[in-house]
Structures are given as C-alpha cells and as structure tokens.
C-alpha cells in the first residue's frame, strides 16, 4: 500500500511541478489523503482533485484539477491496457474460438485511448468556450508543450497497476490460492471490468466483490476467499487511507493565500 500510494504521490508531484506550484512535502502528503477521501464519495472516484484542491492557492485550482483529471484518465487507460490483454488471454483458456475478436477489439481500444491521451488539449479547449477561459487554455497549453509529463503520468500509472495486480495476487496467494499466469490474467480481468462498471461511491464497494466472484469463481471455488480478499484489499488501498484524509480534513484550516 505505501508503494502504491507513493507513486501516486510522485504522479501529483510532478503535475504541481509542471505549474510551477510551491507546495511542501507534508502538504503534497496531506492533499493526496484528503483526495482519496473525496474520491470515495463520488461516482467511480473521480473526485479526487477535490480533496486536492484545498491545499492549493486559489489561482492554480483549476488548472491542477484538469491535470489531475488527466492523470486519472492515464490510470484508467493502465488498467485498460492490462485488463484488455488479461482478458483476452483469459477468454482464450475457455474460449479459443472469439479469442481473435478480442485482440482486434483490444487492438482497436489501446489505438483509440492513446490517440485521445496524447491530444488531450481538445476537451480543455471545448470547455474553455463556455466557462473558466484562461485557465483551461492554461492547462491545455501545460499539456501541449510538456510531453514528457504525458509519458511520466503514463509510465507511473502502468507501474501503479502492476504493483497493486501484484498486491492482488499476493492477497490471494495468503489464502493458499495457488499463483500462476492464468490467475494474473483473471486479476487482470478483475480490474478491467472494474474499469468500465459504473459506480456511484465508496470505491466501487460490493461492485468490485460481484465482479470478482464472476471472474474468480473458475479458479477459486470458495467465493468466501474471493470476498474476503477483494474487502482486505478494499480495506488496504482505499478505506484507510481514506480515513486518515477525513482525519486531516477535520483539522484542515484554509490558507490565507
């Protein structure tokens, strides 16, 4: 869990970076908790930079919410790209006859989402016609000419991925649950569906547990074992650190600035 969040953090760094923010380390800690304690509130845990927020200056508020909505977007296309590879691979253990279609499908998806990530300028551009002009045109300009925050943002998320699909099977293996490729790809799997079911709040909780007892339930006939590592890890990577940002939150004082 302290990898997972550090690399997240590093990712929220580097977007305060490319704003030229000055925000101590304790705040950037502070400002990432309290995000996730907003995002467990809202449909599929978008509203992270909430959370964020707070601990900036007004005048970078908006601009550090677009870019921390690009950030999600590159998490989401992490999760994306692996889960469309395991499920592919897992479809073709049972179903080798569609296993074809799902590569040209994933194929087709991986083409489609790094177009639109690599041209992110276009929805800041559309939203800055009706509202919040000068600062989207800001963060569309910050995204257009750093490319090399587009790669890290990127390159960070698919790390984040593999170490909480490995977190995932480790989890799993505790409960004596033998580890091998074909469970990495139903983890996998797992989390791409995930991905495309909407949520309303609380982090995709009793979604997550429904999803992964569909998946699991091949590999793992006791769908007790499922729930109680799909709960732990819920417990684990979203409920705790959420807790601790309502704490913060609590004894949050706005700053003057």
């Not at 550090?6 to 970076?17: A, D, F, H, N, T």
């Not at 601990?55 to 909505?69: C, F, G, H, M, N």
């Not at 690599?118 to 929805?123: D, S, T």
């Not at 099977?169 to 649950?177: E, K, N, P, Q, R």
């Amino acid at each position: 869990m302290p990898i997972n969040w550090l690399i997240e953090g590093i990712k929220w760094r580097i977007i305060l970076k490319s704003l030229h923010a000055k925000v101590s380390l304790s705040k950037v800690v502070f400002s990432l908790l309290t995000g996730v304690s907003s995002s467990l509130f809202t449909p599929n845990r978008s509203g992270n930079f909430i959370g964020r927020m707070i601990w900036l200056p007004k005048r970078l508020q908006i601009e550090a919410s677009v870019l921390t909505i690009y950030g999600n977007v590159a998490q989401w296309i992490a999760s994306m790209f692996f889960g469309a590879i395991g499920f592919a691979l897992f479809v073709h253990l049972d179903f080798p006859e569609i296993a074809g279609w799902m590569w040209v499908i994933f194929y087709l998806l991986t083409t489609i989402m790094v177009v639109l990530y690599l041209r992110p300028m276009v929805v800041p551009r559309f939203i800055s016609r009706f509202f919040w002009k000068k600062s989207m045109e800001h963060a569309a300009l910050v995204l257009q000419r750093n490319h090399q925050l587009k790669w890290q943002l990127l390159g960070l998320s698919l790390l984040r991925h593999s170490i909480f699909s490995i977190q995932y099977v480790l989890i799993l293996s505790a409960f004596t649950i033998p580890v091998n490729l074909e469970l990495l790809y139903a983890v996998w799997t797992v989390y791409f569906l995930m991905t495309l079911a909407p949520s309303i709040a609380f982090g995709k909780l009793l979604v997550r547990e429904n999803i992964a007892v569909f998946v699991l339930a091949g590999l793992i006939p006791n769908s007790a074992v499922i729930l109680s590592c799909s709960l732990i890890l819920w417990f684990i990577n979203l409920s705790l650190p959420a807790l601790l940002g309502g704490i913060i939150w609590l004894r949050w004082k706005p700053s003057k600035s």
